[in-house]
């Protein structure tokens, strides 16, 4: 007799519930700062712990005898489902803070930090206590790498399939790559790296004009790609170019696959120079740096380091990589810089990397797809096959590639036309629904500022693109299927 496949509910709420005890833990660092700084936010600290300690602890001590055996289905409705509640939970020191936040507005500030979206709905972010700031730049950067890697690091439970189950789930790109045969080796390897380039920015940050503290933050969301700051004026407000230089090549350097970067720690020279992905996002980079400075020339303006190398290099950086940081505006860029800054948030950078947005990887491959189904226009019976780092693409995985592209333009277009509906110009619904669905948090026009003008139902409905972009559609819309839930 078939065996039913059913899903298991109850795994699923296990490992939710050790990811919650993980949360709550997390919780604990910035209350020992809110009661070290005497400030009055420690409260919200206090009962957001609380309350996600004995969420996580409640659900661990109920289903301790279940055994985690965790195929697809719940691998992606864990993964989809942890995303939303480490927001819920997340999002209570922003509620109870001085100045406080609605709900609205906090549970958007929460889920942009944890997908590494950044865009925000606070004006005035240095009104806010340290602890505060220092929760916005933790929930980045353990989002950045991802929520559920971060417990398959910790958990030697989980070396096994299930969680290679959980890895697939989150990790983004076309493939999959382990640098291990056990899940957990491979997780930790990856978390070393990131660990790793988050304390060499740190260093290089506080050798420049920024303190202790701000160093600390602007690392973490800087290598999560994330970037919330701790300043009203973003990375302006330190007024300084080596900050600026440093931040746009290790934003660079957080738009490639992380696990080419362990290889290049490790001695790979040859797996990263052979790597046509990354080459192709350089020449991306380059290629939309030279646009905006022939640009620039073309519009008169004074052709200084500053105008064609510092702030094309930020801000192109900013864009492609998700990060969304900003030195100085690129509104003086006209139409055409506009043009190039929407596009990079469409591209993104390198699959398996902390960035959103499409990637690099699936857009070669629909271009080398696109120039096959050219080919074979002239030559039907010619086989040509599309190839990514010297990997063949099944029809199957270029199929998805397409699909995955129309789903994301498709719900782009949503998010677009419902902020028309409430009387919002199309660029700026536009720009606003590519910052989020992509990831990347920049603000134009009316989101210039901040998201904080947008209606709360506007406000939900971003927050779910946000969600949706960072797990990359399928993971998510596969839950709202009939066929996911049958046995």
Request: include cysteine.
């Amino acid at each position: 007799m078939r065996k039913i496949n059913t899903l298991s509910m109850a795994v699923v709420f296990k490992v939710m519930g050790w990811l919650l005890l993980l949360e709550g833990g997390l919780l604990l660092i910035p209350l020992i700062l809110s009661l070290a700084e005497s400030d009055n936010d420690w409260p919200g600290f206090l009962v957001a712990s609380l309350a996600t300690l004995v969420s996580g602890g409640l659900l661990t001590l109920f289903l301790r005898s279940t055994a985690v055996r965790m195929r697809r289905r719940e691998g992606y409705l864990l993964t989809s489902v942890v995303w939303i509640l480490f927001s819920a939970f997340g999002m209570i020191p922003f509620i109870m803070s001085e100045p406080s936040l609605s709900v609205a507005d906090a549970y958007f500030e929460t889920m942009s930090g944890f997908t590494t979206t950044g865009a925000t709905v606070i004006t005035d972010v240095e009104s806010y206590s340290r602890s505060i700031l220092l929760w916005r730049s933790m929930i980045q950067w353990v989002g950045g790498l991802g929520i559920v890697l971060f417990i398959l690091a910790l958990l030697p439970s989980l070396n096994t399939s299930e969680g290679v189950t959980m890895y697939n789930s989150e990790i983004t790109g076309i493939t999959h790559d382990k640098l291990h045969p056990h899940i957990r080796h491979t997780a930790k390897s990856l978390w070393s790296v990131y660990m790793a380039l988050t304390v060499l920015l740190f260093f290089l940050l506080w050798l420049g004009p920024m303190d202790f503290f701000d160093a600390i933050c602007q690392s973490m969301t800087t290598m999560a790609t994330g970037g919330f700051s701790t300043r009203n004026a973003s990375i302006a407000s330190f007024g300084s170019d080596y900050i600026a230089v440093v931040l746009g090549i290790f934003m660079i350097i957080g738009g490639i696959n992380i696990v080419l970067l362990y290889n290049l720690v490790h001695g790979g020279w040859r797996q990263v120079i052979g790597n046509d992905v990354l080459r192709g996002y350089l020449l991306i980079i380059l290629a939309a740096i030279l646009i905006v400075d022939a640009s620039q020339l073309i519009g008169g303006a004074e052709p200084s380091t500053l105008n064609l190398v510092i702030n094309p290099l930020f801000l192109v950086s900013s864009a492609i990589s998700s990060t969304g940081f900003t030195y100085d505006s690129f509104t003086g860029w006209g139409e055409v810089g506009l043009l190039v800054i929407m596009l990079l948030m469409f591209s993104g950078a390198c699959a398996g990397s902390t960035t959103g947005a499409v990637k690099v990887d699936r857009l070669m491959a629909l271009r080398r797809n696109f120039a096959n189904e050219l080919g074979k226009t002239l030559f039907p019976n010619h086989v040509r096959l599309v190839e990514i780092n010297g990997r063949t693409l099944t029809e199957s995985m270029t199929s998805r590639i397409s699909a995955f592209i129309s789903l994301y333009l498709l719900i782009t277009v949503i998010l677009t036309f419902t902020l028309c509906a409430y009387d919002i110009s199309f660029v700026d619904s536009l720009f606003a629904s590519l910052s989020c669905v992509g990831n990347n948090g920049l603000g134009y026009g009316v989101t210039a500022a901040g998201f904080g003008p947008l209606p709360d139902l506007a406000k939900w409905l971003l927050s779910a693109g946000m969600l949706v972009g960072r797990l990359e559609i399928f993971t998510v819309l596969s839950i709202f299927t009939t066929v996911f839930w049958k046995k």
